[in-house]
């Protein structure tokens, strides 16, 4: 997804480059959020009817927050910026969570 917000700022106005960046958002978006609502009932076992509301309560919730803060920001520094800052900002967030996965399957490994 993060990917696809790059696009856009590589030929701002390119409207091929735009329709590229909305499907590959798009897969990436139908995919990641099947991901979450499988997984979540891999990992909450004890009660697999509630494992799919917190992930889609984060993504509601980050979809709330953030086309706002989006607006805002087109408004105040533009798009080339506001994309390139999520962009930036989703790839920090998804090697946080690898790290926060490699540091907690290594201390599952410890543990065995």
């Known amino acids: 997804m993060s990917a696809s917000l790059a696009l856009l700022v590589v030929i701002p106005g390119n409207f091929a480059l735009a329709l590229a960046s909305a499907a590959l958002f798009g897969a990436g978006y139908m995919t990641l ?10 990992i909450m076992t004890e009660a697999p009817s509630f494992a799919p509301v917190l992930p889609l309560l984060a993504t509601s919730v ?7 803060l989006a607006g805002w920001l087109v408004g105040a520094e533009g798009h080339v910026t506001t994309f390139l800052l999520f962009a930036t900002l989703g790839l920090a967030i998804a090697g946080l969570g690898t790290w926060l996965l490699n540091a907690r399957g290594a201390a599952d490994w410890r543990t065995v």
């Open 33 to 42: 959020s099947g991901f979450y609502l499988v997984r979540s009932t891999q």
């Open 62 to 68: 980050g979809q709330v927050a953030g086309s706002p």
